[in-house]
């Protein structure tokens, strides 16, 4: 702790006797303490992906009234649910930040709860920080730009519209709130907070894009002006940052202009502004870790607008970052044995499992989503299974009556009998379960040969013998003592 604030009073030393907007500053980020300061602060209450308007709206009105913030109501969605915004600092630049406008997409809502708690907090040798901030800058924070769409867990608004379309005819109450926010208190920077799809990649690697950086396009041309080009420097300053945490777990988001989206558009009013997307992480299936990343990475690129600092980094280091390719899924399994009208080959076979939620819950459902040469296409979970073959599995013969019947060490055995399936005949009040089997009530389920689109139940054996099972998607090894504990089933 003690190490960032003298970093940055020496810093802030350095542009006060300079005068602002300096180029020659050099800020070294001090990421362990940034790190330290996530440990600190984050927001106990929220702990997965799945919260609720009603989770994070006692988060914010709470701080109405304390003098740390200034919290206004902005609107309301279309389901009336109060919007916000949360106003720190008096400072001239002025930096708007808002999240998850893609009801799905929860990540930095997380990490702007955490920074509300680090910016209302005192000591722990962070206080100069507090006070760049509060003196450099004016922050408005919206969160939870898309309430209805967070509340059932979907991309779009209650009006079935996507918010991020809305920039240009304002159709929506989300969008047009937005769109006043911006022309009220026109921002010179802009942070476009969102989600994407865990299954990109960085191309010629097959590490997941964990965070994709974009400083969107204003014109169809892609021209770089003033406003753009220190978006594109601030992003230059979040994958250096980065490159401490997940090297090479970062690329540049697609970068055609759209001119129906927040971001080109707040681009275009001249607010220099950085999408910032969250991506996958191995072992991170509620985005735990990237939270932190998003609070370190949002924190520093606040201090580096406060210090003007963020001109040391080039555009070049912005324009070198790949752009992110789509190769990756699940699980991949390489030379597979398969037969066919007696005909013998080898496959390889990719999983994805797709999630539903079911209030703060979810379970996902595996399906096999190509099949062929994958040489190109990556996993998270990857087997190579030269010597084995493809076993469509069995259902058990013999229901179970509850649920309480049922526990890893049975399960493990009916999966080395080639068994994938049991039914339950007393059906649970929770219907999620996570034994390495799948048990259902009503709905036999299907182990289908190796085809597109097939539910990913399967075994690979080898002389007959189950040796690896494929259950909803998760590859369990039939040596092992122990399964898989993380896995999301559910019972139908
Ligand atoms: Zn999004």
Not at 26 to 33: E, F, G, I, K, L
Request: proline share 5%; hydrophobic share 40%.
């Amino acid at each position: 702790m003690k190490r960032l604030t003298y970093i940055v009073i020496l810093v802030w030393m350095c542009a006060a006797c300079k005068g602002s907007g300096q180029s020659r500053i050099t800020y070294v980020p001090d990421t362990a303490a940034l790190g330290r300061a996530f440990e600190m602060y984050r927001e106990p209450t929220l702990i997965h992906r799945r919260f609720k308007h009603a989770d994070i709206e006692p988060l914010i009105l709470k701080r109405r009234g304390t003098g740390v913030f200034e919290v206004s109501q902005l609107g309301n969605s279309v389901l009336r649910k109060p919007i916000y915004q949360l106003k720190y600092g008096d400072g001239p630049k002025k930096v708007m930040l808002w999240s998850q406008m893609h009801g799905n997409e929860p990540t930095a809502t997380m990490a702007l709860m955490d920074l509300f708690n680090f910016l209302e907090g005192s000591d722990h040798g962070m206080d100069t920080l507090r006070h760049l901030l509060r003196t450099q800058t004016s922050l408005y924070f919206i969160p939870m730009l898309n309430p209805d769409g967070a509340d059932v867990y979907t991309r779009r608004n209650a009006m079935d519209i996507d918010l991020n379309r809305d920039a240009r005819v304002g159709q929506t109450a989300e969008g047009q709130l937005l769109i006043r926010a911006a022309a009220t208190v026109k921002p010179h920077y802009g942070f476009n907070l969102h989600d994407m799809n865990i299954y990109y990649n960085v191309p010629g690697t097959r590490n997941p894009v964990t965070i994709a950086l974009l400083a969107p396009a204003y014109n169809e041309e892609r021209e770089v002006n003033e406003v753009r080009g220190n978006a594109m420097k601030i992003a230059a300053g979040i994958n250096h940052i980065l490159q401490g945490y997940i090297p090479d777990g970062v690329a540049k988001y697609d970068d055609t202009f759209s001119p129906r989206s927040f971001g080109d558009n707040f681009q275009r009013w001249g607010a220099s502004t950085v999408l910032i997307e969250s991506g996958g992480y191995k072992g991170d299936p509620e985005k735990q870790f990237i939270r932190k990343l998003n609070f370190i990475i949002i924190l520093n690129s606040l201090v580096e607008i406060a210090l003007d600092s963020y001109h040391q980094y080039g555009m070049a280091k912005y324009e070198s970052l790949p752009f992110s390719v789509s190769q990756l899924a699940d699980l991949v399994l390489r030379k597979v044995g398969a037969s066919r009208d007696s005909m013998a080959y080898k496959i390889d076979l990719s999983v994805k499992r797709s999630e539903h939620t079911v209030d703060r819950d979810f379970y996902v459902q595996a399906s096999i989503a190509d099949v062929g040469d994958l040489q190109d296409v990556f996993g998270y979970d990857e087997l190579d299974a030269e010597g084995y073959h493809f076993m469509p599995g069995k259902v058990c013969p013999q229901a179970l009556k509850r649920m309480e019947d049922m526990s890893p060490k049975r399960a493990m055995d009916l999966l080395r009998q080639g068994y994938f399936a049991i039914q339950v005949e007393q059906i649970p009040e929770v219907r999620f379960h996570s034994f390495p089997l799948v048990i259902f009530h009503q709905r036999k389920p299907l182990s289908p040969g190796p085809v597109l689109g097939g539910a990913a139940n399967f075994f690979l054996a080898r002389d007959g013998r189950p040796v690896y099972a494929v259950v909803n998607g998760y590859l369990i090894d039939l040596a092992a003592n122990e399964p898989p504990t993380a896995m999301k089933n559910y019972i139908f």
